[in-house]
């Protein structure tokens, strides 16, 4: 399961930690038994492969997301949630830092804890992963499958050697920066 951008694997596996790798990609978990065809089917699990699963599945369509990683992509993972509260410490310790301007006194010296920094980044991500959990996720009615897609024909496309049948497909599977 873990890849080279995981930060399964460099994060310390605490509590926090492990309820969100059960959230995002349990470890026991098994694809479902594929519906005849569906309505919709979308490969990436990121924010918008989400956003597309529960909106379809919230007006009736039989919806299969299906996600090689982790449910909530980069942005939940690795990118824009955790690099958000690491930001959100520096301002604070900033803001902290020029106390004194707006008549506030703080200590003469103001610390960060990095692993206590670190630890609230897990808090958060774990806190948000349930949101998009498979378990929710599957109590909504969305097929989640883990696996590679490979499309296999004009409406069906293959999940781990699983054929699905579609009508419509979604490709939300995100993009690198190019910078």
Known sequence: ??????????????????????????AAWSNPKPADCYQLVIVGAGPAG??????AAALGAKVA???????????LNIGCVPSKAIIRTSRL?????????????????IRVDFAAVMERVRRI????????????LAA???????????????????VDGEKLCFKKALIATGARPNV
């Open 50 to 55: 989400l956003a597309a699963a529960e909106t």
């Open 140 to 158: 909504v009615g969305v097929d989640v499958f883990f696996g590679e897609a490979r499309f296999a024909g004009t409406n069906t496309l293959t």
């Open 1 to 26: 399961m873990p890849q080279k951008n995981d930060s399964s694997l460099t994060t310390p596996q605490d509590a926090y930690e492990r309820e969100r790798l059960a959230n995002v990609h349990p």
């Open 125 to 136: 991500r774990t806190h948000l992963s349930g949101d998009d959990s498979v378990r929710r």
């Open 93 to 109: 310790y900033a803001e902290m830092h020029d106390a004194q301007r707006y008549g506030a006194q703080t200590p003469d010296a």
């Open 65 to 75: 997301l299906i996600e090689h990683h982790l449910i909530g992509g980069g942005c």
